[in-house]
C-alpha cells in the first residue's frame, strides 16, 4: 500500500526516519511530505494533491491537526474525497472550542493525549482512539548491558525555553548535582544564539537566573542516533512533560526501550501496563525528584532492575511498529 505522512520540519527531521522503516516492515511504501509554511496553503494542498496523484496514495495520515497562519486547516474536502485521510494527533490539540467541520473529514482520529478523545466525543460526537506515540526500531534495537559505559548521573533533553515547569524541576536536580557532586548534562534550547551577542548576553541572563542548571546546561540539540547514546550513558533519564500535557510523551518510550532507567513526571497511565516501581518511576513535585534522585543513585541494582523490565515491557508491546499497524489497518 501506498501512504503518505504529512508533517511539520521538526517532526519529519526526528521521526522520518523511523516511519519509512516501519512501514516498510509492514509492507508498504512511505512517502513524508514536510509542510513548508513559507508557501501558502492552497499551494501546499496543490503539492499534496499532485503527489497523491502521481503514487496513488491510499491513505494519508496527519501527524498533527495542521493549519496555517491565517487560521486555515490543512485538510479540506477535496483532499478527502480523493484519498483516505486520517489523523494522529502527535501534539495537544488546538483550542477544541475553535474547531470547524474540517475535522470531520478525517476517518479516523488517534491521539497521544486521553484528554483529545473525551473532548471530541463530548463536543463534536466524534469516537477516536487513543494512541501514544511510541519509538521506533533504533530506539529499542541495541538494548543496554549493566556493563556498558554510564559516565553520566543525570541525563535531560528537551524544549526548555518557555517553559517554568521544567526549569524549576531541572534546577531543582541541578542544585542536588551539584550539592552532591554527581555528573548531570541537559541539551535543549534555552536561550537564543544565532549570533555572538546572543550567545553572550543569553547566557549570562539564564546563569543569573538558573545558577545551578547553567553548570551543566548545553544550549543546543541532538541527532536522534546521539540522543540514543546520551540515553544508555546516564544512570538517570529524567522526563518532565510539558504545561498542558497529562499522558506520557514520545520520550516515555524511547528511554526505556532501550533498558534504560527513566525517572518521570506522574502522567494519566490511560490502559498502558507501565508501572512505576517495576518498569520506571514517577515523581509529582521537586522535593520528591530530589530524594528519588538521590536514592536511585545509591541503589545501582534497584535501577537497573527497573531499567530491564521497562525495555523488554516496551521493545515487544509499545513501539512504533505496533502504532502504525493500527492506525493504517483497512476495515
Not at 10 to 38: D, P, Q
Not at 82 to 111: A, E
Not at 285 to 311: L, S, T
Request: charged residues 25%.
Amino acid at each position: 500500500m501506498q501512504i503518505c505522512m504529512v508533517t511539520n520540519h521538526r517532526n519529519s527531521m526526528i521521526f522520518s526516519n523511523s516511519l519509512i522503516e516501519v512501514a516498510k516492515l509492514l509492507g508498504n511504501t512511505a512517502y513524508i511530505f514536510e509542510l513548508n509554511y513559507n508557501q501558502s496553503v492552497q499551494v501546499e494542498r496543490r503539492r499534496l494533491l499532485t503527489l497523491i496523484e502521481e503514487e496513488n496514495i491510499e491513505i494519508v495520515l496527519f501527524l498533527n491537526d495542521f493549519r496555517f497562519d491565517n487560521h486555515s486547516f490543512f485538510i479540506t474536502k477535496e483532499l478527502a474525497d480523493r484519498v483516505d485521510c486520517r489523523l494522529w494527533i502527535w501534539d495537544t490539540m488546538y483550542d477544541i472550542n475553535t474547531l470547524g467541520k474540517h475535522i470531520k473529514l478525517y476517518s479516523k482520529i488517534y491521539s497521544f493525549e486521553i484528554q483529545d478523545v473525551k473532548e471530541l466525543q463530548q463536543q463534536y460526537s466524534i469516537k477516536s482512539k487513543y494512541m501514544p506515540l511510541f519509538a521506533g526500531p533504533e530506539f529499542y534495537d541495541s538494548p543496554r548491558n549493566d556493563g556498558d559505559l554510564q559516565d553520566i548521573d543525570i541525563f535531560f533533553i528537551g524544549t526548555i525555553a518557555g517553559s517554568k515547569k521544567r526549569l524549576a524541576i531541572l534546577e531543582t536536580v541541578a542544585k542536588v548535582a551539584y550539592e552532591k557532586g554527581y555528573k548531570m548534562v541537559v541539551f535543549g534550547r534555552a536561550w537564543h544564539d544565532h549570533h555572538w551577542h546572543q550567545r553572550i548576553i543569553g547566557k549570562l541572563k539564564f546563569s543569573m537566573k538558573y545558577p545551578y542548571l547553567a553548570k551543566c546546561i548545553e544550549n543546543r540539540v541532538l541527532l536522534p542516533k546521539d540522543v540514543i547514546s546520551y540515553y544508555k550513558r546516564a544512570k538517570i533519564n529524567l522526563n518532565i512533560h510539558v504545561e498542558g500535557q497529562t499522558c506520557y510523551n514520545c520520550r516515555t518510550f524511547e528511554v526505556m526501550g532501550n533498558h534504560n532507567f527513566l525517572l518521570s513526571d506522574a502522567q494519566d497511565i490511560c490502559d498502558l501496563k507501565m508501572q512505576a516501581g517495576i518498569h520506571f518511576d514517577v515523581y509529582h513535585d521537586e522535593i520528591e525528584i530530589a530524594q528519588k534522585v538521590q536514592y536511585y543513585m545509591n541503589y545501582c541494582k534497584e535501577r537497573n532492575k527497573i531499567a530491564h523490565e521497562g525495555g523488554k515491557l516496551i521493545s515487544s508491546e509499545y513501539n512504533l511498529v505496533y502504532s502504525l499497524a493500527c492506525i493504517l489497518a483497512k476495515e
